[in-house]
């Protein structure tokens, strides 16, 4: 297979033209025409995922984090981000970004996390696309059986892969819970949609202290705090996955570093 090969598949499944306007996804670096045998799947593109593409032997790593979100006019190696480049370009290494288009896809980064917190049958989007009802952010589901705040909660915390903090709970934990909203990675502009949506809680990342305060007060939803990191992990074998099905010949692997930018709670 061919760089432009993989490349085609996974833009099939997350079409750049759904990426929000400031994001940047696509091929960071890397020659299209390059044989492509082993692909990386990893959050974020930093030193320690690089490290382990080269330890591997992977030809390629998709992240789903962009390397340069905010644009650059050097990619000198006297920065990290600038060191990355020059290792992977080294060692004949692509780099492919899959962001919000990702985010927002069918199946995309929210499916995977809902399926990893225990949510069964369909999954419809928490915000859908205007003209897609089965596209847009989030996912609204259900669990196969009646809950509890307090038993969900353990049970989401044993499904998504363990960071330094966990996760955190807003709510009465006796609370019952069976219709459940998630979206994956920072969704606190999220809120007010879960609570027009009727969910019973809502599962995101990133919630600051003011917004999640006022939410609770006003009778909304429980809340589910998990890593930022640790919601969108999920994501990396279905991505994966969807190579597979495709046909293309490529050994995949889903980095298991944790990358959370937190690595100590007390």
């Known amino acids: 297979m061919t760089l432009t090969d993989v490349i085609e598949v996974l833009e099939a499944a997350y079409p750049p033209a759904q990426a929000e306007s400031w994001d940047a996804v696509g091929l960071v670096c890397g020659d299209p025409a390059q ?4 692909v990386l799947f990893a959050v974020d593109p930093v030193a320690a995922v690089a ?3 080269l330890e591997w032997g992977a030809d390629l790593v ?3 984090h962009p390397l340069y979100l905010r644009g650059t006019t050097s990619v000198a190696a006297t920065t990290p981000k600038g060191r990355l480049v020059h290792s992977l370009i080294k060692n004949d290494v692509a780099l492919y970004t899959a962001h919000t288009n990702a985010d927002v896809a069918n199946p995309g980064v929210s499916d995977a996390l809902a399926r990893a917190v225990g949510l069964t049958g369909d999954l419809v989007p928490l915000q859908p696309f205007a003209d897609d009802p089965w596209r847009g952010l989030g996912r609204i589901g259900e669990l196969p059986e009646p809950s509890t705040l307090g038993e969900f909660a353990a049970q989401a915390a044993q499904g998504l892969p363990r960071t330094s903090w966990g996760i955190r709970v807003a709510g009465d934990l006796s609370r ?3 219709r459940v909203a998630v979206s994956g990675g920072a969704g606190d502009s999220l809120l007010g949609t879960a609570a027009a949506a009727g969910v019973d809680v809502f599962l995101t990342a990133d919630l600051r202290h003011h917004p ?3 939410f609770i007060e006003a009778d909304g939803p429980a809340l ?3 890593a930022h990191w640790a919601t969108e992990w999920p994501w990396l074998d279905s991505a994966a996955s969807i190579l597979h099905a495709s046909g293309v010949t490529v050994e995949t692997r889903v980095s298991a570093t944790v990358t959370d930018a937190w690595t100590r709670g007390y």
């Open 51 to 53: 490290d382990e593409a």
């Open 212 to 214: 999640s305060s006022e």
């Open 224 to 226: 589910i705090d998990a």
């Open 176 to 178: 019952p819970v069976r």
């Open 62 to 64: 998709v992240t789903h």
């Open 35 to 38: 044989k492509v045998r082993r």
